[in-house]
């Protein structure tokens, strides 16, 4: 047993003729009304099958997007509730929780409201693990309660790569804010040999280096708490080179004209730093083949944009080929390894993004401590 060791679905009392409540993290990307990627509903099925298997009525709960609270037909859980009706006939799905305040007020009215007519609870929402919500940490008080399978391997494959990783350990970083980020930058600089940093984050630290950035994002007020971390002499890789658009161009829309150009790390004024340049991705590249553990959390441009896929393609193709294991966490990153089909050559596409760095700084989740029974909040 490691130290994050949690109850398991065979520690539940036998459960023939039983109602189970599963909270699950059906929190899917939705484009007009059609799930553009059912991972999270996939990564349900081991559960729901097992406690079907034995004998358990499924009651599924999730929540979706961030309504404020009251009911809001835009973050209806209807497109869910029809794809987990083909995947997994049988099991019901409750409407959205975030349509009631006491979901994320935590409100013990709330907690009871749920779990009433229910003889167990089995949390298998990883990725709204480490939310202090009444589905989430409330249940466990109140029935017999366990992990399910996606939870239990999360926590088994991240507590690993935490405690114990094969070195040399790499992981790389983007996504657009350093605010977001720097608890879980200082505390992989703790465990990773490396830390390689692009996407839109890259620019607060290349302006802490000196370089100007021109339009690109930046973060003025994370520039000390950057330029701290690299005069500590922190391992952190930056990019030597960018991908950027010009004056006039529009993220998004290439008809829009504006020019793109590769360039060292310094971007001119009126210019936006949209990718890193294609010398890092073979650089990062390399950096990833040399590795035998590697943690990818955040896109290293914007990969929707073709202009700007390159450097994000580059470093999957060398998380996809590393003879490392390889650990792909948070749903930008996720969606791009499935754009370039290269999702089958991850060893772990973590189904949780904030929960996965969350897991990764802290080394426990609220969610975990309600299942032992440790969570005080
Ligand atoms: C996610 O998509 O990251 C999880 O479902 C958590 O959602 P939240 O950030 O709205 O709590
Ligand atoms: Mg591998």
Redesign the pocket.
Known sequence: MTALAVPVLEDLPPLEGKRVLLRA?F?VPVQDGAITDDLRIRAALPTISWLQDHGATVVACT?FG?PKGAPDPKYSVAPIRARLAELAPGVELLENLRFNAGETANDPAFVAELVAGFDAYVNDAF??SH?AHASIVGPPGLLPSAAGRLLAREVEVLGEMREHPNRPFVAVLGGSKVSDKIKVIEALLKVADEVLIGGGMCFTFLKAQGHPVGASLCEDDMVGACKALLDAGAAIRLPSDVTALGPGGKIGDPSAGGDVRQMGASVPDGWMGLDIGPGSAAEFGDVVQAARTVLWNGPMGVFEDPRFEAGTRTVAQAVADSHAFTVVGG?DSAAAVAQFGLADRIDHIST????SLELLEQGDLPGLQALRGTWNG
Not at 352 to 355: D, E, K, M, P, R
């Open positions: 993290d929190n929540h961030r990725g709204a939310r749903g949780g993004g904030g929960a």
